[in-house]
């Protein structure tokens, strides 16, 4: 089979593999699509282990399956969740489940960017999932990125009626930008890039920033106030740096990216001490969250 292989972000190779066995408990698929994380593209994530074969927002149907599988068939149409967490360690029974240290091993074998993948027994009990039938495979790859973004909305109790800013239109900025509409809120959204700006007004931004602007300023101006909440999308220290200063008294602010390892990002304690400001975190996604994207 076809695979694309990782050695860094400037060499990317087509190369042939063998497909994949599968053990009794495990399926195979044929991959029909997959998406891009913008993990994939972070080299200082991914160039430590390369070569290697990366993708994980993938779809496929189900082409083989092992003797002890039961409620699959050969034909079925699903998305797959690389991370799967245990369900049973102090972490998963605290809600924790995304700093489980089985969701941090389990992945499929060798990678969304090949032909096949074998789909180990953990992620065939719980990281499978039914594609419905409205759903095309491509559309199906944001499953995985959407969940995410469900995920962390959750965790920081956005809800209607308040003032979000969402610092990064990528991707992942624009799934929040569209579900924090979704949840009637009004949103302003920031980027240094004029495509990443115009796909915001499109998904439903109410203000759309360049990056480099005052966004204290322009949202007081708009909104008369600073915001309830601030989503960081982005890795970037400068958006980092505004954060801190733009959620309003009370406010929240959620970290969606992470930066390189080595970064340090100087954090005004004072400020944020006596606004009463929250610090969330938010990585991947697990089985609600994904069965909920998939409903959305």
């Known amino acids: 089979m076809k695979v694309g292989v990782y050695y860094s972000n400037n060499d990317i190779r087509v190369e042939e593999r063998a497909v994949p066995d599968i053990g009794p408990d495990e399926v195979l698929l044929r991959i029909k699509a997959c998406g891009i994380c913008g993990s994939d593209v972070m080299e200082w994530y991914r160039i430590k282990k390369a070569p290697r074969i990366l993708g994980h927002e993938a779809t496929g149907k189900i082409v083989k399956i092992g003797p002890r599988v039961k409620d699959w068939k050969i034909g079925d149409r699903v998305f797959i969740s690389h991370h799967v967490p245990c369900y049973e360690c102090q972490y998963c029974q605290a809600g924790h489940h995304t700093l489980c240290d089985t969701l941090r091993r389990t992945n ?35 499953i995985e990125p959407l969940g995410c973004v469900l995920r962390g909305q959750r965790l920081v109790r956005m809800k209607a009626g308040e003032l979000v800013l969402i610092l990064g239109s990528g991707i992942s900025g624009q799934l929040h930008i569209r579900m924090a509409k979704l949840k009637n809120c009004q949103v302003i959204a920031t980027d240094i890039n004029a495509y990443r700006k115009e796909l915001a007004e499109i998904s439903g931004a109410d203000l759309v920033l360049d990056a480099q602007e005052d966004i204290c300023a322009k949202s007081k101006e708009h909104f008369g106030r600073l915001p309830d909440l601030v989503v960081v999308s982005t890795g970037a220290e400068k958006a980092i740096e505004q954060a801190f200063f733009a959620a309003d008294r009370g406010g929240r602010i959620l970290f969606f990216a992470p930066t390189a390892p080595d970064v340090r990002v100087p954090m005004p304690l004072f400020d944020l001490y006596f606004n009463g400001n929250e610090i969330y975190f938010s990585y991947a996604a697990v089985r609600d969250d994904l069965n909920q994207a998939i409903e959305i």
């Open 108 to 142: 499929i074998d060798p990678g969304g960017f090949a032909e096949y993948a074998r789909v180990p027994g953990i992620n065939v009990r719980s990281g499978l999932f039914r594609l419905p039938d409205e759903t095309s495979y491509d559309l199906g790859t944001f």
